[in-house]
């Protein structure tokens, strides 16, 4: 069975930075790109970051372009989310999600339940 | 990038039918066939329904169908059940700067 489950998720002041992880189980990880989503309160979904499964290419949204940084340990079967320069706009539950293959198929297999990130002070 | 357009709620009693939609432009849903829709029951991960317009995962009921007409798709559910509760997202390939648009979100209610 695929499960993913996301951890890190924390209140965090303007400018901080934080590191969000994904645990992964139930299939080969480094067959897989990987990706995050998030959701701010009240909002609709926003791409986030993909990673290949050998970590050796990433793609971002513009919107987080420079200050977060999306990275795989394989022998962990775990991804991360390095978020710097955090801004308010970043509050939102992040979501960990699976792609069908090693490529950009358009959509997302399994996800995880998500973790809260607030921005505040 | 703009959003998919669904309705906010959609609603109907147990057994019967209802649809969705999900509307974008040509430069997402109406170029591609690459639109996806997901189930999501609040603090639970969110689960894939149809993938590529069309297509179900293994293990999706089949009262679960997808189509698209021009710039706007449609998730049908029929024989509504109890368990139909949640949440409905649409997502599709986007040509503009990010790689996927999501939609606005539709909560579906059984009566």
């Known amino acids: 069975e695929v499960q993913l489950l996301e951890s890190g998720g924390i209140l965090v002041q303007p400018g901080g930075s934080l590191r969000l992880s994904c645990a992964a189980s139930?299939?080969?990880?480094?067959?897989?790109?990987m990706t995050w989503v998030r959701q701010p309160p009240g909002k609709g979904l926003e791409w986030v970051s993909s990673?290949?499964?050998?970590?050796?290419?990433?793609s971002y949204a513009d919107s987080v372009k420079g200050r977060f940084s999306m990275s795989r340990h394989n022998s962990q079967n775990t991804v991360f989310l390095q978020m710097n320069s955090l801004r308010a706009e970043d509050t939102a539950v992040y979501y960990c999600?699976?792609?069908?293959?090693?490529?950009?198929?358009?959509?997302?297999?399994?996800w995880g339940p998500g973790t809260l990130v607030t921005v505040s002070s | 990038q703009s959003a998919l357009t669904q309705p906010a709620s959609v609603s109907g009693s147990p057994g019967q039918s209802i649809t969705i939609s999900c509307t974008g432009t040509s430069s997402d849903i109406g170029g591609y066939n690459y639109v996806s829709w997901y189930q999501h029951h609040p603090g639970k991960a969110p689960r894939l329904i149809i993938y590529?317009?069309?297509n179900r995962p293994s293990g999706i009921s089949d009262r679960f169908s997808g189509s698209k007409s021009g710039a706007t798709a449609s998730l049908a559910i029929s024989g509504l059940q109890a368990g139909d509760e949640a949440d409905y997202f649409c997502s599709s390939y986007s040509f503009y700067n990010s790689l996927y648009v999501f939609g606005t979100g539709t909560k579906v209610t059984v009566l």
């Open positions: 999600a699976k792609n069908p293959g090693d490529y950009e198929a358009y959509y997302f297999d399994y």
């Open positions: 990673i290949s499964g050998s970590g050796g290419a990433t």
């Open positions: 590529d317009v069309t």
């Open positions: 139930g299939f080969t990880f480094s067959n897989y790109l």
